[in-house]
């Protein structure tokens, strides 16, 4: 299985923690060079301090917001412009916690600008160097609510659903090209969004974190939460030549969790 990433360029978005940082890990394993994506300069410094490097690999940074979509797609330029990207990992944090109905326009128009149009700016801004390569993976994490929409999770849920919309459509018009573009749909997974969501069903039920822990994992099969690195590597998969001939899916890593096929 051809899983060799080596002269490859992959920016990985949201790599500050949690499964960003856990897919540069990966990616750089495989031997590609990587620049990272987040808000915290500090952070980022030490992301690529940190990661795996080997013969000709240069890690790199990008300090950026994803719901600046003015200031994201000139970084993202600048960034094609020094160095084509042939592997794009979309990667941000989730809109905040609480049901759909009393949300705000502005929460749903934030969730989008920060996911779909942020993910919009990046893919738009390297496409032009995957083509001209004639080979690129596009690899949105998403979530398990584009097959079941999860209670409490209204802004999210819907927006998750038109990344996934948006995913399949591109999948479609870019195949030709040699240019994947897939979704990774991770279940709970040991990171600060899974912090969050707790501490919200602990304040609403009245219930320790230990309790809710344990009410969510009922749903689990595997009986525990997934590491970043488990997510990881499902990603590093569908950005390797291995992968050339998987497109436009939609790929759960759950331990389980997802009922329906």
Same mark, same amino acid.
């Not at 600046?68 to 990667?91: E, K, M, W, Y």
């Given at each position: 299985?051809?899983?060799?990433? *080596?002269?490859?360029?992959?920016?990985?978005?949201?790599? !500050?923690?949690?499964?960003?940082?856990?897919?540069?890990? =990966?990616?750089?394993?495989?031997?590609?060079? @990587?620049?990272?994506?987040?808000?915290?300069? %500090?952070?980022?410094?030490?992301?690529?301090?940190?990661?795996?490097?080997?013969?000709?690999?240069?890690?790199?940074?990008?300090?950026?917001? !994803? !719901? %600046?979509?003015?200031?994201?797609?000139?970084?993202?330029?600048?960034?094609?412009? +020094?160095?084509?990207?042939? @592997?794009?990992?979309?990667?941000?944090?989730?809109?905040?916690?609480?049901?759909?109905?009393?949300?705000? @326009?502005?929460?749903?128009?934030?969730?989008?600008?920060?996911?779909?149009?942020?993910?919009?700016?990046?893919?738009?801004?390297?496409?032009?160097?995957?083509?001209?390569?004639?080979?690129?993976?596009?690899?949105?994490?998403?979530?398990?609510?584009?097959?079941?929409?999860?209670?409490?999770?209204?802004?999210?849920?819907?927006?998750?659903?038109?990344?996934?919309?948006?995913?399949?459509?591109?999948?479609?018009?870019? +195949?030709?090209?040699?240019? *994947?573009?897939?979704?990774?749909?991770?279940?709970?997974?040991?990171?600060?969004?899974?912090?969050? #969501? #707790?501490?919200?069903?602990?304040?609403?039920?009245?219930?320790? +974190?230990?309790?809710?822990?344990?009410?969510?994992?009922? %749903?689990?099969?595997?009986?525990?939460?997934? =590491?970043?690195?488990?997510?990881?590597?499902?990603?590093?998969?569908?950005?390797?030549?291995?992968?050339?001939?998987?497109?436009?899916?939609?790929?759960?890593?759950?331990?389980?969790?997802?009922?329906?096929?």
């Amino acid at each position: 299985m051809d899983l060799d990433l *080596t002269g490859r360029h992959a920016l990985v978005c949201g790599a !500050s923690q949690g499964i960003g940082r856990a897919c540069a890990v =990966e990616l750089a394993r495989l031997g590609a060079s @990587i620049t990272v994506l987040a808000r915290r300069t %500090d952070v980022l410094r030490q992301v690529i301090a940190d990661l795996p490097r080997g013969a000709g690999q240069q890690h790199a940074f990008l300090a950026a917001d !994803s !719901s %600046d979509t003015r200031g994201l797609r000139a970084s993202a330029r600048q960034l094609v412009a +020094a160095q084509p990207v042939h @592997i794009l990992v979309n990667n941000s944090g989730g809109p905040p916690p609480g049901p759909a109905h009393g949300a705000s @326009i502005d929460a749903f128009l934030a969730a989008y600008r920060q996911h779909l149009i942020g993910n919009h700016v990046l893919a738009e801004s390297v496409i032009p160097g995957m083509q001209a390569a004639g080979y690129g993976r596009i690899v949105n994490i998403i979530s398990t609510s584009v097959k079941e929409p999860i209670a409490g999770l209204g802004v999210s849920n819907t927006t998750r659903w038109a990344v996934a919309g948006w995913a399949k459509t591109l999948a479609r018009e870019l +195949a030709a090209s040699g240019i *994947t573009v897939n979704n990774v749909l991770p279940g709970y997974t040991r990171t600060p969004r899974i912090e969050q #969501i #707790i501490a919200t069903r602990s304040e609403k039920s009245g219930d320790n +974190a230990e309790q809710v822990q344990q009410s969510m994992l009922v %749903d689990v099969p595997i009986g525990r939460f997934a =590491e970043p690195a488990e997510i990881a590597a499902a990603v590093a998969f569908l950005a390797s030549p291995a992968a050339s001939y998987i497109t436009g899916i939609n790929l759960p890593v759950d331990g389980g969790r997802t009922r329906s096929l």
